[in-house]
Every structure is written in C-alpha cells, then in structure tokens.
C-alpha cells in the first residue's frame, strides 16, 4: 500500500536533511556564471552565452550530487518507507529547486545571445539527472551513506572529458549556429531517458542479488515453512 | 619543494625534527600513493597520455622544431591539474570527512606537517608529469626530422601547472572544508580559461597571468624570434605554486613560523617579479630580428651546395638540406635541356614580422632560379615544395610560374609528382579542395598557382602512364612544353595523349 | 512456540570473501546473543536479517513474512527495529526531531500517537533531558541511545542491534543491557556483541558465528559447560594450553586441555567460547588480559 507509506510528515524533515549549502552554493556559482554574459555587455556573443549556461548547467548538477547524502542512511535503512519514496521525495524537491534556478539562470542571459532555451534545458536535465541518478546507482551498488563527493568527481570527469572525447559522429556540445543543433539535441533526449531510467531502476531496493548464481536458482529463495 | 624543507623554524629545531621530517616524507610517499590511485586521476593520466601518444606518433608530420615542440607539452597536463586540484582537495579534507580530525590533531605530526605531506604528494604527481614531458619532448628531439632547439622555461609550465592547481586544491581545502567547493572551483577554471582567450589579444600583458599561454602558428620561427618570455614564466608559475602552498600551510596552524611567513612572502616576491618581468611584451631586439629575418633572409643563412643547387638556410634548418635536395633532384632529373644542370638556390624563408600565430603569405622569391622553402616539412610542405622548384624550372622565377596560365601548368605538375612515391595521391594533397578533378588551387609556400580542369585531366592521365615514357618526351619537347603561351591541347598531343575534354579556363 | 525469525541457508559472498555460508536459525521471543570473531559475519548476518542486504542463497521469515518480496519486505519492516554497528545521524536534528522523523518513516502516521510513542522511548532509552539538545551536541554513549530508541520506536517484535554496547562506560552499559534485557521481555531481540558478558548477563540463547557459519547455538550455560574441566590455573604460562593469561592475582588462568593434577578452575562463558572458536582456521583467539 505504497499511498500509506507518504506521509506528508516526512516533507518537513526531508526539507531539512536536503544539503542546502551545496545546493545554495552552486547555484549561486550557476547563476554568477549565468550573469556573465550580461555583464560582459556588448562583447558577449552567442558562443559565450551557451559556455556560460553549460557552465552553469554543470554547476548546478555538482551541487546536486550530494542531494542524496544521508548520514543516517543507515539508521534508517530498514524502515518500511520505501527508498524510492524517500529518494523520490529529495529529488523532487532539488528539481523544483531546479526549475526555479533555471529559469533565473536563462533570464539572466540577454535575449539576443540565449541559445534555443528547450535544446539548453535539455543538455541542463541532462547534467541534472546524470548527478541524481548517478548518486542512485552508487547508493544501489555500493550501499554508501555519502555518494555526493565521488559523484561529483565521475560528473567533472565527464563535464572534462566529454566535449574533448565526444566522437563527431555523435556531436553534443555543438553551437546553436551549427546544423547539427537538432539531432545533438536528439541525442541529449537519449541521455535524458536513459539516465531517468537507471535512476528509476536503482531508486528501487534490491530484493534478490542478481548474482549469476542468484539467477540460476531462484528456488533458493523457497524458504522453510511459512507458519 | 625544497623551499618548503628549508623552512624549518629554529624554534622546532630539536633532536625530534629530522624525525618528524621523515614522517613527513613518510606521510608524503602513502598520500602520493592514494592520490595516484584515485579514480579522476587515473582517468586524467591515460587520457593526457593516450592522446599525448596518438598526437606525437604523427605530430609535425615528422619534422617538428623542437621550439615549438616544446610548447605542445603545455596544454594536455592541465588535465592531470583538473584531476590533481580536485583529489588532493579532497585528500585534504578526508580525515574530517571520517571524522578523524579530532584524532589527527593531537598526533606527533602537526596538521601543517600533514598538509605540507599533501603538498609533496602533489609535488610528485607534478614530478611525474614532468617525466611524461620530457619523454613526450625526447621523442619529438629524437625524430629524424627534428630540428631547432626547446626552452626549458617551455617544458617546466606543465608540471608547474598541475603543482600550482594541486596546490590550489590544498589551499581550498584548507580555506573551505568542505567537499563541494573543489568541483565549483574547476568549473570555474574551466570557464574562465574558455572564456581568457577570447578576451585577450596578441599584445595584452594580461593573456600571461593564464598558466598555459597557447600561441601557434602553421610555420615554425626560428628560437631567436619567438619573443616569449617563458623562463619569466615559469618563474611567475613557480612562484605562484609555492606562494599558494605556503599558505596553505601558514593556514594549517604554522602561521606562527617566523621562517615560513618570510618564505611565503618570499614566494610572492618571486611571483610578482614573474609575472612583471613576463608582461614586457616582445623585446626590441626580437622586433628587430623578426623584420630582419622576414625581409633580408639571406643575412642569417648559410648555405651549402649540392652539385648546381645552392642551399641556403636559418642555421637551426641547416640539417634538412638533404630532404630538400632530395625532393629538387627528383625533380630535376625529370626535366629537360638547361634545366637539367641550371643553377638554383633553394631559400628558406619565413615572415615572422606578425608574430607566432601569424599564417601571412610570403611575396614569390623574383631572382631567376631561386625558390623558397618555408620552415615546416613533412606531409603536403614535400610535394608542395616539389611544384615551387618545377615552376621555377619550368617558368624560371617564382614569380613568373605564379601567374602562370597555360599549357606549361601540365609540365609544372607532372614534374613536380611524377617522382613522388603516389603522385596521384600528392595530387590530391597539394590542391587545396583535395580533388583529382576539375579545376583547383595549387598551393605552395609563396603565392599560390592554379591548374584548369583540362590540365586537371591531362596530369591525372599523364600520371597513371609510366613515367620513363613520358619523361622521354618531355626531354624531347622541353623547349616548346616550357614557352609561354603554349596550350594544354599542344601539351596533351605532345606528350602522347588526347586533347583533354574538360574546359581550358584559369580561375 | 512458534519462532519470530526462522531462516535456512543463507550465504552470502562479497567479491571472493564469503561473508555468510549456509547459516540456518531459528529466534522466538527474548535476547538471543550473536558472538564471534571479527570478521565472522555477525554484521552481515545482522544486516541480512533486518533487510538491509539481500541474500544471494537461502531464504527467511519474520512472523511469517518473506522479506524476499517487495510486500514481504514491506510487512517485516513494519515489525523490525535495527541499530546498525555506526549509526549515522543528521547532525542538526534533535534527539526528539531525529526519532520523529524515523517514526515517520515508520509509518505512524497519527500525529499526536507518534509524539507520544517517540516520548516513551525517548524516556525509555534515558534521553528525556536532552530531548531539545542538538545531536551534534551530543556525547558518543547519548548518540547510541538515540539510536537504540530509533529502533524502538514503533514497538517493533523483532529488533536487532548490532554492538549497541561498544565505546559505552562500565556505567552506561549496564543502562543499555537494562535497556535491552526490557527490551526482550516479549520481543525477540537479535544482540550482536564482542562482550562475553553482555551475553552471559542478557541473553537466553547464544549463537557462535565465525568464518560464515554457525559453530554453536545453544544456551549461555551449554556455552559455559564446554569449558568445564578445561581451565586451570599455574604459577607459569602453560605451554600445551590453548590460550592463557596472567591474571590480577600473578597466576595463569590456562584453557585447554590440562595436565593430570592441574588446578582445575570455575570455566566462565568466555572460556567456553574460546574453546568453541579453538581449532577454527584463520580464527584469532588472542584475548586481551
């Protein structure tokens, strides 16, 4: 009975362990980025403003990593609240955080420069939800109170590496100006999905270990007598 | 890191202090080990080293000048400083992270000794990217082609970069102890280095403030015009890491240290003289020699001969007279009367009066038999030199096959390819769309020529026949190949073949 | 009397380790004591049996539920209080705030039953006057009493602790195994422990684990009879014993197998778990004098 197990209750406590500081600091970072552009005036172009926002972009989902930091991970590992729902919740109070700061962050870009706002939003959810369910699947694979400091790291090296790595054959971090735009923009809408989908698999709690052995003889789970 | 050791404050000198310094060359060896295991790292370190391969195994194609070779050493270990910035923060910031502070503190090692152990540990990391320098470096000097000579000031601002940012990424740690702030920083790095080139130009002082200041043209100076005050900066980066390591560990409780305040504030001296001493723009003197170099070449050359060519080159050239002697002979042999044994003199030539980054176009050499060859080799610069010296047998100056429009373009081009090991695919090379095609620019190192697509189709057909057949008979009709005016159709029947279909028009 | 826990078979491997080989159990209601070594699988076990991790092999029932279905799991977390070996908290919350909000997480969702129920074991676990006091606040011993009332909360059937005595004060500990030993009286309380005594003074039954599997299950007494007749004491160290000690008194205390004629002594529970570990591969049996 998964309606039971939300309380709107747990939305108080759950506000209070999000790590704010992070959050306040990078987005605060994001939006000072954001604001170069602006601030630069008249020699900002559009190449300028699209490295701000990615910047920012990135900036933002550094924060978010920690989102799922938990010291009490736990203490409170065997409660009947399912993870999905206590994951849930954090995430959707960082991404309505998110949808806030976002919006401000492509405000603060003049008119004339801003890249397409929904091919950006997209690269942006993309980076956000790289963070999140990066975090998942390290707290599914590793059990870890504190994945945010090694998510972090595996997002930089990613934010580093990609526009470096990324084979021209499968462009992302192409300009607005640049034909490519649309399908680069089909391919970060891959991403996006398959990144919400390893987020959702791992927000679920593992019942049986997928152990190749686990696989072979799922009878081993037939268990004595259920009197 | 020797400055570091040296500061050991009198006030501690006791009979433990080489102890303690042990440990802390102890403690510097296991965090070395940790940080270079650390994921980030290891990632930054094989891709800085996977493309540092891949790009060497064919940089220059083979001929680099080793003055700007060792400039290309400088860009890629700002990965390795990503990585390094980012663990060795969080190295720092493990022990509060387990909550072992509280622990550490009251141990014989002080936290500033730790920190200084952190320091050293990214003074290894540095060492280690300097061993990849300089290996990445001997390779390019021990190429055959290799020519000029590389600035030490040049190869040291690698590993000094990846010492300031691991430095940096200590300092942060001790300023704000907390895991977030190293990846904003970075970021912030990121951005601001996309952003610093953008905003400064050739001349501003500022651009030098940057760790890595890239400039690279297409044709190499000679080491006398570079005009880069790289040993300045390298002082202003060594500085700069030592002042930040300084204070990272005045921050870590050592501030009462009277010898490592004066060796942070000696850092900051040494900093600030870098970086006023690197701000001077190019000197007068360099100036001088860039205009000299650029306009009366032959002033700085010396030149050797090779049976009736005369070679002359900038001293640091002087070793590729042969690859050049080989390419002019293979063409030479092909040609026919006078031109077989006339007297030429191959002239390197450089315009250096617009900097490293300038690409401005050198004025065909008018003396009659003189051709210039630029100050890269290797790749397209072989066969494109193999036009200049056939135009010139051909047409008799630079300048005069530079405004060539005629028949004699085909003797030009098959001259020049016919000895090429794949003439067809040099064809491609030196024309400037890559086509075996219609009409296209030629390029060479002074102005470039032009073929029409009729003498587009004749090269190509002349190319795929065997070459002693036609050489035969171009020795037969060189004087009526080479006179001006003479048409690609007269050509075409000359040399044995059909008039050519395609259109008969210059560009 | 039907069991609370019943399990057959569990394994469990981290990479090449085996953590957990084969371990069947059987719990009802009281304080059964979980001994052995580090390393052992006390924690694993522990952790399997409170859902924290799968098993890769073998199966289990809490009051009858399989925790290996999603609504399984559901069911016997609804009866389950744990307290993990390094309980975490959220450092700024209170004592009171902190189990609140496990509560919550418990699903008592009735606002004024929650209140009064995170009260009681705030009271029950001796923390009522630092209710208001900020965890970070708090001393290591309080810390674990938070986290002892956390499992409490929502009067769980089945509650398992994993070392709740350890870094506590001769003091506090006595308060934690009152704690407990209340705790007991109707629950089935799973009590992993290094502390031979707490098992001696708390438990009804004691099960050895070491090197993944079990080594005895029984009472604390049939514990203590394996040693009997096997511990003696000598003016020196005795050379054929399995373990001996200097005690406070400047004799040997010797458990093994004695000479004819040796000074046979009372046996403690601790000697009879010595003895069971004896003769394990890989097993320390050092004891610290």
Not at chain 2, 311 to 333: H, I, K, M, N, Q
Not at chain 3, 87 to 110: C, N, Q, R, S, W
Request: charged residues 20%.
């Amino acid at each position: 009975m998964p309606v039971r197990a939300i309380d709107p209750a747990l939305l108080r406590p759950a506000v209070r362990t999000m790590p704010w500081r992070a959050i306040g600091a990078a987005g605060a970072l994001g939006l000072l980025l954001a604001a170069v552009p602006r601030l630069m005036g008249e020699e900002a172009d559009a190449r300028l403003a699209l490295d701000a926002l990615r910047a920012s972009a990135v900036t933002f989902a550094l924060g978010a990593a920690f989102v799922l930091d938990d010291p009490a991970r736990h203490t409170t590992a065997a409660v009947p609240t399912r993870r999905a729902v206590r994951h849930g919740l954090r995430v959707l109070l960082v991404a309505s955080v998110a949808a806030v700061w976002w919006t401000a962050a492509l405000l603060l870009v003049p008119e004339a420069v801003r890249p397409p706002a929904v091919g950006i939003t997209v690269e942006a959810a993309t980076a956000l939800t790289l963070a999140l369910s990066g975090a998942a699947f390290a707290i599914h694979r590793g059990d870890g109170a504190r994945p945010g400091r090694a998510v972090a790291a595996f997002l930089l090296t990613l934010a580093v590496l990609g526009p470096l790595l990324t084979p021209g054959s499968w462009a992302l971090f192409v300009p607005p100006d640049d034909p490519r735009w649309a399908a680069a923009h089909g391919r970060w809408a891959v991403l996006l999905c398959a990144e919400v989908v390893v987020g959702a698999v791992c927000a679920a709690e593992p019942g049986r270990r997928l152990t190749p052995r686990g696989l072979r003889s799922p009878s081993g789970t037939s268990g004595p007598s259920r009197a | 890191m020797s400055t570091l050791t040296a500061g050991t404050p009198a006030a501690t000198v006791t009979a433990g202090t080489r102890t303690s310094w042990a440990a802390v060359l102890t403690l510097a060896r296991f965090e070395t080990r940790l940080l270079l295991l650390r994921a980030p790292v290891l990632v930054a370190f094989a891709v800085y080293l996977g493309w540092t391969v891949w790009r060497t195994r064919t940089s220059w194609d083979g001929f680099p000048a080793l003055q700007d070779a060792d400039r290309a050493t400088q860009g890629a270990p700002l990965l390795v400083g990503l990585a390094v910035l980012l663990c060795a923060n969080q190295a720092v910031l493990r022990s509060r992270r387990y909550d072992t502070d509280r622990h550490l503190a009251v141990l014989v090692v002080q936290p500033w000794r730790r920190t200084a152990a952190h320091l050293l540990s990214v003074a290894a990391v540095a060492l280690l990217t300097g061993v990849c320098v300089a290996g990445q470096f001997t390779w390019e000097a021990l190429k055959p082609g290799a020519v000029g000579q590389g600035s030490p000031g040049e190869l040291l601002v690698g590993p000094l970069c990846v010492l300031l940012f691991g430095a940096a990424g200590v300092l942060l740690a001790r300023l704000v102890p907390s895991a977030f702030a190293a990846p904003l920083l970075i970021v912030l790095c990121l951005f601001f280095a996309l952003l610093a080139p953008m905003a400064s130009d050739e001349d501003s002082a500022a651009r030098w403030l940057s760790p890595v200041v890239e400039e690279s043209g297409p044709h190499p100076l000679p080491s006398e015009l570079l005009g880069r005050p790289a040993a300045w900066h390298a002082l202003y980066l060594a500085g700069l890491a030592l002042s930040v390591a300084l204070t990272a560990v005045l921050l870590s409780g050592a501030g009462r240290l009277r010898s490592l305040r004066a060796a942070c504030a000696g850092a900051v001296l040494l900093t600030l003289v870098g970086a006023v001493a690197q701000s001077q723009g190019v000197p007068r003197e360099t100036t001088e020699a860039r205009t000299r170099y650029s306009v009366t070449p032959e002033k700085e050359q010396r030149c050797a001969e090779r049976d009736a060519t005369t070679y002359c080159a900038f001293p640091e050239w002087g070793a590729r007279t042969d690859d050049w002697d080989r390419v002019l002979d293979g063409v030479r042999s092909l040609a026919g009367g006078a031109a077989q044994d006339r007297p030429l003199v191959v002239r390197q030539r450089v315009e250096a009066r617009y900097g490293l980054a300038g690409d401005a176009a050198i004025d065909p050499a008018t003396r009659p038999g003189e051709i210039t060859v630029g100050t890269s080799w290797g790749g397209n610069r072989a066969p494109e030199f193999a036009v200049a010296v056939a135009g010139v047998l051909v047409a008799g100056t630079e300048a005069k096959a530079g405004g060539m429009c005629d028949g004699r373009m085909v003797t030009v081009m098959w001259l020049a390819l016919a000895d090429r090991p794949d003439p067809m695919a040099d064809l491609r090379r030196v024309r400037l769309d890559d086509s075996d095609a219609g009409s296209a620019v030629v390029l060479s190192r002074t102005n470039p020529l032009s073929m029409t697509a009729a003498q587009t189709e004749v090269v190509r057909e002349l190319l795929l026949r065997p070459k002693d057949g036609t050489a035969a008979k171009v020795r037969a009709h060189w004087a009526e190949l080479t006179a001006p005016k003479v048409t690609t159709d007269r050509v075409a029947r000359l040399l044995g073949l059909d008039e050519p279909e395609a259109r008969d028009e210059c560009l | 009397m039907t069991p609370t826990v019943s399990a057959s078979g569990l394994s469990l491997r981290y990479g090449g380790t085996r953590a957990l080989d084969d371990v069947s159990l059987r719990l009802s209601a009281g304080v059964t004591g979980l001994l052995g070594p580090n390393g052992a699988g006390k924690t694993t076990l522990l952790r399997v049996l409170a859902t924290a991790v799968p098993a890769d092999r073998g199966a289990f029932t809490v009051l009858g539920h399989d925790p290996g279905t999603s609504r399984g799991r559901q069911e016997v977390r609804r009866h389950l209080g744990y307290l993990p070996q390094t309980p975490g908290f959220h450092p700024d919350f209170t004592p009171f705030e902190f189990v609140d909000y496990v509560a919550i997480l418990k699903e008592l969702t009735d606002r004024a039953a929650r209140h009064r129920e995170v009260r009681r074991v705030l009271d029950e676990a001796g923390l009522d006057g630092v209710r208001g006091k900020r965890i970070r606040k708090l001393s290591g011993g309080m810390r674990q009493r938070v986290a002892l009332a956390a499992a409490l909360v929502g009067d769980p059937a089945f509650l398992v602790l994993d070392e709740p005595t350890v870094g506590l004060d001769p003091e506090q500990r006595m308060r934690f195994r009152e704690l407990i030993a209340r705790a007991g009286e109707g629950r089935t309380v799973l009590l992993s422990t290094h502390q031979t005594e707490d098992v001696a003074m708390l438990c009804h039954r004691v099960v050895v684990l070491a090197g993944g599997t079990v080594r005895f299950d029984g009472t604390p007494a049939e514990l203590t009879a394996r040693a009997a007749g096997r511990v003696w004491s000598s003016a020196e160290r005795d050379p054929g014993a399995k373990a001996g000690w200097r005690t406070g008194l400047g004799t040997f205390r010797n458990v093994g197998d004695p000479p004819v004629g040796a000074d046979l002594l009372e046996p403690t529970l601790e000697d009879g778990y010595l003895l069971t570990l004896d003769g394990l591969d890989g097993v320390d049996t050092e004891v610290a004098a």
